[in-house]
T-cell receptor, first 109, second 115 residues
Framework: AQRVTQPEKLLSVFKGAPVELKCNYS??????LFWYVQYSRQRLQLLLR??SRESIKGFTADLNKGETSFHLKKPFAQEEDSAMYYC???????????FGTGTRLQVFP | DTGVSQNPRHKITKRGQNVTFRCDPI?????LYWYRQTLGQGPEFLTY????????KSRLLSDRFSAERPKGSFSTLEIQRTEQGDSAMYLC?????????????FGPGTRLTVT
């Protein structure tokens, strides 16, 4: 069955430190991967998608089909990055999203 | 605010009662999605619509759940004979079209508590 795994419930770093939020997926077809973010008291919103190969707010993510991973990285964390991050998978012929359980990122000053 | 709106924002009900939630998508978005999120979990897909047609429904969704989008605009999600396990945040999202290039925009959610 299709699955998204985010092994860390909580990741705490100091401002300026590098960040890597891990995401692994299970899907035999050609996946579409996304990162969604939810800041405190705000709604869930798209951060980035692998198909766009973009950098948003300094974050990047590379799809590694060999390792079935889509880790989210930022070289220098900022306090405003503190939020809940969800990795999500979309499959061929459907637009539904399968989400991981999320990782809470805390960036301390 | 032209984003996705959901009403009510909070609902407390007793076990066995029926509840109905409403979602108003962004104008001209023809796809509408429902997800459910329980504590400590990510959103879980329930169902989605293309205009008024319900295209897919999760196998996890029991017969007590039904969703409609009668005129291809707003949607309602009804839960009959609520159970304590139905307590969750119910999220609605909409997108302009089909495919991964069309972002799903989420609403603020309706938090259901079944006592």
């Amino acid at each position: 069955a299709q699955r998204v795994t985010q092994p860390e419930k909580l990741l705490s770093v100091f401002k300026g430190a590098p960040v890597e939020l891990k995401c692994n997926y299970s899907y035999s077809g050609s996946p579409e991967l996304f990162w969604y973010v939810q800041y405190s008291r705000q709604r869930l919103q798209l951060l980035l998608r692998h198909i766009s190969r973009e950098s948003i707010k300094g974050f990047t993510a590379d799809l590694n089909k060999g390792e079935t991973s889509f880790h989210l990285k930022k070289p220098f964390a900022q306090e405003e990055d503190s939020a809940m991050y969800y990795c999500a998978l979309s499959m061929v012929n459907t637009d539904k999203l399968i989400f991981g359980t999320g990782t809470r990122l805390q960036v301390f000053p | 605010d032209t984003g996705v709106s959901q009403n009510p924002r909070h609902k407390i009900t007793k076990r066995g009662q029926n509840v109905t939630f409403r979602c108003d998508p962004i104008s001209e978005h023809n796809r509408l999605y429902w997800y459910r999120q329980t504590l400590g979990q990510g959103p879980e897909f329930l169902t989605y619509f293309q205009n008024e047609a319900q295209l897919e429904k999760s196998r996890l969704l029991s017969d007590r759940f039904s969703a409609e989008r009668p005129k291809g605009s707003f949607s309602t999600l009804e839960i009959q004979r609520t159970e304590q396990g139905d307590s969750a945040m119910y999220l609605c999202a909409s997108s302009r079209g089909q495919g991964v290039l069309y972002e799903q925009y989420f609403g603020p959610g309706t938090r259901l508590t079944v006592t």
